[in-house]
């Protein structure tokens, strides 16, 4: 049960008897839903239904003797769950128990059943002036008096417990119940609406095609509603996605309900959050508690100071009344002091208790203890969690004080932010076993000429930092020999590696060369043509080369009975050809052959990067040269470099 009270605009007051022609307006929905289906009068002694034209007069005759400038008329609406259908006298039942909670009791009031959606709801519009004294009444903190009200009515009628404490807690940041208010996310609604239904032309198309995004169409009561399939838990009802999407509207277009067969596969599903990373979503969920947390706080704090204002009000009318002579009216003085102050001092504290529950909902969670929380069902969030645990005990140890002169901005527990992100304090530079961090903290090292001590945390995350140190060749030197003989190693093996890796690519390529018929078999490979001639090419089967031989008659009766990738043995005349010579030499200039780029300049360009026996080498090329450079260091131009540091600086360019 959903209990909410209907505000208007405050520039605009609303008059009783639009809202009660507005609300007993008969209007047809459907064969099923009949708008209006139960109406009747409170207080019932003088009126009753038949005689809603006086009874309207009356209540403006009313509103007429008071000289109030507020709005005077107060409209609830009740609305019920789409499996929920109370009978005429529960529903009379609750309207009178909110009405009394209200403190409206005794006032003229109107109440309206309508089922007209998938939801039955009743409106009720209320005269806020008293019949008998004329005295408008506003009940203060009318949204609490209903919350609470509703919690009691869902379990003494048996009705959804749309209230319980048990739902609003389930989420550890409350702000994180609002979706839709939250930018860059999306609501399961909006989801439901994207995904094309209109190509269906039966249930089962309609079932299809929701089962491949992630949803599923279901019977909830007298409606229907959309499912999360993979957390039943989400779900919309059908008609609030669009209005042809209602049980009603569908089954007139493909016939009776049929629950869904479907077989296919979810292809699609939905995501609260589009593409943001763990930061991005806690940053937007922390921005939205404080948003929220500061319009209730405003909310209770003008509740607060209208209440003020209003006790105020009724002590200035007792003082008004008073008589007689100045005896009586310095004892009304001191009465009114004394009832302003007792009256203030309980609504502070009313307000103060206000405060303290809603910090309590939006409490605040630092990004780690929100992390915790994300981490029992998002593995994303679980890892990086774990990388922030590592990076407590994993940091390079030393003296980094001169760190300090250039960090961006040092922290109030004296942790240094670094221009390029990294945190450092005096003795330590903090890291996450990620590679970028360990070469960024390595370089800083090395620009900054510091000698660390030793390096502190897991095996693992101590190999990743001498792989790299030696990878890219950098002269990092510790305090600890042991740390600096495992550097050296590492240094020696990545530089077997890499004349590993060019000789194997260099025995690889290609060669060409006139054919000698030296050998007992070639691997036939074709005509080709070149210079307007037809040449044959054989592969040698020892090593790389690619023998060149112009056909002779001979040749071409041998290999009318072989196909491409055959082995052959050729004995054949061997022609003396010029042309075979241009092409072999044509080739050996273009021939790429792979070295080691021993002397680094920003003439070189990078083209690739290739991973050999776990280590990453770097292939660049440079102009009018057919070679491939490999070097373990990644090299920056300058106009990257440039870039680099200017944002580094935050300088745009």
Known sequence: M??????????????????????TNEQVESDINIRNIGAWIEPDDIYDINDLDLFIEDVESVQSMSN???????????SFGV???????????????????????DHQRLSVIHDDTD????????????????????????????????KE??????????????????????????????????????????????????????????????????????????????????????SAVKREYSLNSLEKKYGKFEPSKSLNNIQNSYQRYQDLSLKEQYDFINTNRKI?????????????????????????????????????????????????????????????????????????????????????????????????????????????????????????????ILNNKLKAASNSIFLTPKYNNIKKAVETLKDNNIIPDTINGTDKFKAKIIDIIAANDLDITFKDDEINQKISAAKILKQDNLISYINERNSKIVNFAKFDGKEQGYIYQGYFKYND???????SNVNNTVYIKEPVKEDYTLLKQYKKGDTVSVNTPIKDSYDIECFVNEKEKTRITFKELSSPDNSYIRISTKEYNGQKFYLYKKDNDNSIYVSKTYL??????????????????
């Open 2 to 23: 959903i209990v909410k009270v209907a505000k208007l605009d405050k520039s605009i007051k609303s008059s009783f008897k639009r809202l009660t022609e507005y609300i």
């Open 292 to 416: 929220k947390s500061k319009q209730e706080k405003q909310v209770v704090k003008n509740e607060y100071m209208d209440a003020a204002k209003y006790s105020g009000e009724m002590i200035d009318n007792l003082s008004r009344m008073a008589g007689g002579g100045e005896l009586d009216r310095l004892l009304i003085k001191m009465y009114k002091k004394t009832q302003a102050k007792a009256r203030l001092e309980q609504l502070r504290e009313e307000r103060q208790q206000e405060i303290k529950k809603i910090n309590d909902k939006y409490k605040y969670y630092t990004y780690d203890a929100w992390l915790q929380r994300q981490a029992l069902t998002n593995e994303k969030a679980e890892l990086a969690l774990k990388n922030i645990k590592e990076s407590r005990i994993n940091y390079i140890k030393g003296d980094f004080k001169e760190l300090k002169n250039s960090a961006l901005k040092i922290t109030k527990n004296g942790t240094y």
């Open 153 to 238: 009515l869902e379990i003494k009628y048996n009705l959804n417990q749309t209230h319980s404490n048990d739902k609003t807690n389930e989420n550890t940041c409350s702000a994180a119940n609002d979706i839709d208010s939250r930018p860059t996310q999306i609501s399961f609604k909006s989801y439901v609406s994207s995904i094309d239904l209109s190509n269906c032309h039966s249930w089962q198309d309609f079932h299809n095609t929701l089962k491949e995004n992630g949803v599923e169409y279901c019977k909830y009561g007298s409606g229907a509603v959309f499912k999360d399939l993979k957390d039943k838990k989400i779900n919309v009802k059908a």
């Open 533 to 539: 001639k037809f040449f044959l090419k054989f592969k």
């Open 68 to 78: 109030a400038k507020s709005d005077k008329t107060y409209h609830l609406i009740v």
């Open 636 to 653: 920056v131009k300058e106009k990257e470099q440039q870039k680099t540091n200017d944002k580094n600086k935050g300088i745009e360019r």
């Open 83 to 105: 499996d929920e259908r109370p009978d005429i006298e529960t529903l009379k039942n609750i309207s009178n128990e909110l009405i009394e909670s209200l403190g409206f009791k």
């Open 119 to 150: 939801n039955l709801h009743m409106h009720i519009a209320i005269n806020k002036i008293n019949p008998e004294k004329y005295t408008i009444h506003e009940p203060f903190r009318d949204y609490k008096i209903l919350s609470e009200k509703a």
